[in-house]
């Protein structure tokens, strides 16, 4: 056990619909990351918070959006889905922005 | 091109040893990471090395750096079935970046 805690684990939803994954992280971590795992496109980072702040954005498209709250947990709002969104969104966290991170055991999200 | 780049899939027997190797294209990468997913499972952390090093041993796992090539491999001795996994290869500069992974099978 990680110590990060992603739920829900399953989510099935229809397309046009909106969902939200949340993620509390490991005790003392102040960084959170998001990432998508799909079959043809492997572990995408999507973004990245510390403290509250974003620091980084990856391939995050502009139907989702995420956000790190006072209490250090973080929620990925995911709108509009298509059925392309289904996929395991995986969120990582680390003590600081150079220190190894660890990663949640994910949300598979189905879109039908 | 791919921020980290992998081999797609390894097959191994039981006891032998595995390498899997990486590239990266951030030369500005400071930590370079090793991941392990077993199916239906995260990423486990298995070990990591800082940029200024050239090597760093763990157990059965030993990473290698060339930093002027920007090529990372992992090699795990005496491979037993429990390693059959998915293995990422990442690098960390301004992001965590991933390869796409490399299949791992052990045969008995």
């Known amino acids: 056990d990680s110590g990060v805690t992603q739920t829900p684990k399953h989510l099935i939803t229809a397309t046009g619909q909106r969902v939200t994954l949340r993620c509390s992280p490991r005790s003392g971590d102040l960084s959170v990351y998001w990432y998508q795992q799909s079959l043809d496109q492997g572990l995408q980072f999507l973004i990245q918070?510390?403290?509250?702040?974003?620091?980084a954005k990856g391939n995050i498209l502009e139907r989702f959006s995420a956000q790190q709250f006072p209490d250090l947990h973080s929620e990925l709002n995911l709108s509009s889905l298509e059925l392309g969104d289904s996929a395991l969104y995986f969120c990582?966290?680390?003590?600081?922005?150079?220190?190894?991170?660890?990663f949640g055991q994910g949300t598979r999200l189905t879109v039908v | 091109g791919e921020d980290v780049e992998q081999s797609l899939f390894l097959s191994v027997r039981e006891g032998d040893s595995s390498v899997i190797n990486c590239t990266y294209t951030d030369s500005s990468s400071t930590y370079l990471y090793w991941y392990k997913q077993e199916p239906g499972a995260g990423l486990q952390l298995l070990t990591y090395i800082f940029s200024n090093m050239d090597m760093k041993q763990d157990q059965r796992l030993t990473v290698l750096l060339n930093k002027k090539d920007k090529h990372l491999s992992l090699r795990i001795a005496d491979t037993q079935t429990g390693d059959s996994a998915i293995y990422f290869c990442?690098?960390?500069?301004?992001?965590?970046?991933f390869g796409k992974g490399n299949q791992v099978v052990v045969i008995p």
């Open positions: 918070y510390y403290n509250g702040e974003e620091r």
């Open positions: 990442a690098a960390r500069s301004n992001r965590l970046a």
């Open positions: 990582a966290s680390s003590v600081s922005l150079n220190t190894e991170a660890f």
